[in-house]
């Protein structure tokens, strides 16, 4: 059975340029309730052990870079099949992929600077949810 409860970050690029708004404001009218949500800016460390499964892969250093370049805004949003329907909400890694109306369709630069992570599974959900959340922080 799919969760309720998925994680989510606004990415640097996106705040930069001001969408923050705009992009969380999608969020609720596709019906996701926001349980947790902070501002705040990863340090290289943080950003390098939130990523730390991608350590091996040839763009993790630029990754890490990326994210620990400006603020952040991060979210655990619940709604049934949370995880999978974020993901189709958002769209395709790469925006040119994107389905129209999209968050990256709408917001991304590029596949690196597309505006807004979503969690792959359930698993990776609960443990990215706790790395930026205690439970004191959710409702």
């Known amino acids: 059975m799919a969760g309720t409860k998925t994680f989510t970050m606004i990415k640097p690029d996106a705040f930069a340029d001001g969408n923050s708004g705009a992009i969380i404001k999608m969020i609720e009218e596709a019906g996701f ?78 596949i690196e600077a597309n505006a807004i992570h979503g969690s792959d599974s359930d698993e990776n959900a609960a443990i990215e949810g706790a790395f930026f959340f205690s439970q004191l922080e959710r409702v």
């Open 33 to 110: 309730k926001i349980e947790a949500m902070k501002l705040t800016r990863l340090s290289a460390e943080s950003a390098g052990a939130f990523y730390a499964v991608h350590k091996e892969r040839p763009f993790y250093n630029d990754l890490v870079a990326y994210m620990s370049s400006g603020p952040i805004i991060a979210m655990i949003l619940s709604k049934e099949n949370a995880v999978a329907d974020f993901r189709t909400f958002i769209g395709a890694t790469n925006p040119a992929e994107a389905a129209e109306g999209t968050v990256r369709k709408l917001f991304a630069k590029s």
